[in-house]
């Protein structure tokens, strides 16, 4: 019962955007399946339709670091159906917060794909649920085994974690076969951050180091939305977003993101006409 | 008050006498005088083979002596132990870890009850806290219970921030702590009597080399280390080599896989193509290579997006 209640106050934690300073590691990986009080708590009980030709997830069997494993989600819908994919969803079920990101996606910008990367802390089944125009949900679901060996879902260099907070970086991908004219792009966006889980306890202070974390990212070319993620501490350090778009002729490109403790960091880069 | 201490010391020193006469010794090798290693299977940490995977050691001096890592478990540590008494009575002053890392710190709470001082790096108390918990979660599933259910986390209490000498009495160790490498509490031990250098595991051979720090990093810990002015070099993994000769395969193996991840990104690949392509022709060159490259390769990946 335990285990329960506190895995409850995890996600409301989450998806109130409260700190998870004071959660513990969950227990027992594989004591019970958690999915089910999961999509209670995060989808409010709505029934649950087959994502088979709507959405699919993508994440290698085995996590080779714990900390760093990349995660692709790609939508299915063919170009003339009438529904459109309004949000993403991505759920670590045995994580200390399961619920990993949300990403919406811009009205305009046609986002087919959406590649991040996250902390895996345990053997577990992931979720991604496309919420779709027509108003309903759609599941699908990969599992992936927890690395062994000394590889720990924690930062690997503590200090240029710190060093490199709130810089960011856009890139720009040439899609072989896909001319500009198409205005087919694919971007990156990387943002300076240790993303830091608190979910440790301070060795001197004996309190548990408070989560510090991106929670939003905003992603526009010129005033029109192509992403926006509300994230939490199972997104890696340094978060990292890969995804596609379609052009709509725009010269600029904005990346706004915001963290637990209040900061704003903001760039803007020239696109560059070629798309690469 | 001292005549308290010391009784309580006698009476520490006799029940560690009582439970070590049954504990069977860690085989060592003096590759030095006065200075022994356990050689650790090039292997994952097991049930099987307790834990003992890393090279672990001891230096004697006149006066005292020094571990250096205490194995993959509590019970290589007291083998460690056993393994010590039956050679010396000189009393054990130091335990040294040069990293946070399971195979080198599971063993610590065999030494934690004798009044000895833990010794590491200004990083290693911050990664044991942040890490450590996660270990001793993940090698449970591999080591079972019975093995994990009695390490404890000791941190250092004898911080190294830059260099350190201790001296063990006609004997003196020059440790060295090292900018993120392999980890980002690398700590080296060199026994300045007989040229014999610790790396930790900044220096691997056979074993495949683990990226859990800094990959530019660790070339410059490299090109430094190569400075060191050793005659021999215990590596974290792999058998005792010549100096700074052991450094070679491991230099190569680290350029190849930061130049392919180079390659990989400035062609605009996903992090998953590391994975799977980068450092791909060193394979046939080193052991448990499917267990380590590929997260060698994210990791480094994400690193070098950096750059
Ligand atoms: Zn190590």
């Not at chain 1, 992936?144 to 690997?156: D, F, I, L, T, Y």
Request: charged share 20%; net charge negative.
């Amino acid at each position: 019962m335990f285990g329960l209640h506190f895995r409850l106050l995890c996600v409301a934690g989450v998806l109130s955007g409260i700190t998870g300073a004071t959660l513990v590691q969950a227990a027992g990986p594989d004591a019970y399946d958690p999915w089910p009080l999961l999509a209670q708590d995060i989808f409010e009980n709505r029934p649950m339709n087959d994502g088979a030709g709507v959405i699919a997830i993508e994440m290698p069997y085995r996590a080779e670091d714990a900390a760093i494993v990349p995660v692709t989600l790609r939508t299915l819908l063919p170009l003339d159906d009438s529904r459109r994919v309004l949000r993403i969803t991505l759920v670590i079920d045995q994580n200390p917060a399961p619920m990993a990101a949300k990403f919406e996606l811009g009205p305009e910008a046609r986002v087919s794909e959406i590649s991040t990367r996250v902390r895996v802390n345990n053997y577990t089944d992931v979720h991604a649920v496309a919420e779709l125009s027509d108003g309903k949900l759609y599941m699908t679901k990969t599992y992936v085994k927890a690395s062994g060996g000394c590889s720990a879902p924690a930062a690997k260099n503590a200090d240029e974690a710190k060093n490199r907070l709130g810089q960011m970086r856009y890139r720009q991908f040439a899609k072989p076969g896909q001319g500009p004219v198409s205005g087919f792009r694919e971007a990156q966006i990387m943002i300076g951050h240790p993303n830091n889980s608190g979910l440790q306890m301070d060795q001197v202070t004996q309190l548990y180091i408070p989560a510090f974390f991106v929670n939003e990212l905003r992603l526009w070319q010129d005033d029109s939305l192509v992403l926006a993620v509300e994230g939490g501490i199972s997104i890696s350090e340094d978060p990292n977003i890969r995804f596609t778009y379609v052009s709509n002729g725009a010269k600029r490109f904005r990346a706004e993101a915001k963290d637990t403790e209040g900061h704003l960091f903001q760039h803007e880069w020239k696109i560059d006409d070629s798309g690469i | 008050m001292v005549h308290r201490a010391l009784l309580a010391a006698l009476a520490i020193l006799g029940a560690s006498t009582i439970s070590l006469a049954q504990q069977p010794e860690l085989s060592v090798t003096e590759i030095a005088p006065g200075l022994f290693v356990h050689h650790g299977v090039t292997e994952l940490m097991t049930r099987q083979n307790d834990g003992a995977i890393a090279n672990v050691g001891f230096i004697i001096g006149d006066n005292a002596v020094a571990v250096v890592d205490t194995g993959g478990s509590v019970r290589e540590g007291r083998q460690l132990l056993a393994a010590i008494r039956a050679r010396t009575a000189k009393p054990i002053r130091y335990v040294i870890n040069t990293h946070g890392h399971p195979d080198h710190v599971f063993g610590n709470a065999a030494f934690s009850n004798d009044g000895i001082t833990f010794v590491g790096h200004r990083n290693l108390p911050r990664a044991l806290a942040t890490h450590g918990p996660f270990y001793i979660d993940a090698f449970r599933r591999t080591m079972g219970d019975e093995l994990i259910d009695e390490v404890r986390l000791v941190p250092p209490t004898l911080l190294v921030d830059g260099s350190l000498k201790l001296d063990l009495g006609s004997r003196s160790l020059a440790l060295r702590a090292w900018p993120a490498a392999h980890s980002d509490n690398d700590l080296t031990v060199l026994d300045e009597k007989t040229g014999t250098l610790f790396a930790g595991d900044l220096v691997f051979l056979d074993h495949t080399p683990v990226l859990d720090g800094n990959l530019h990093g660790w070339l410059s810990a490299i090109g430094e280390l190569s400075a060191v002015p050793a005659l021999r070099v215990v590596p974290g993994h792999g058998p005792v080599s010549g100096w700074p000769a052991g450094l070679a395969d491991e230099r190569r193996y680290l350029e190849t896989l930061a130049s392919d991840i180079r390659a990989l990104i400035g062609r605009g690949e996903q992090i998953r193509a590391a994975a799977d392509t980068a450092a791909a022709t060193e394979r046939s060159h080193w052991q448990l290579f499917d267990d380590f490259n590929a997260r060698n390769a994210t990791a480094a990946f994400s690193e070098i997006e950096w750059e």
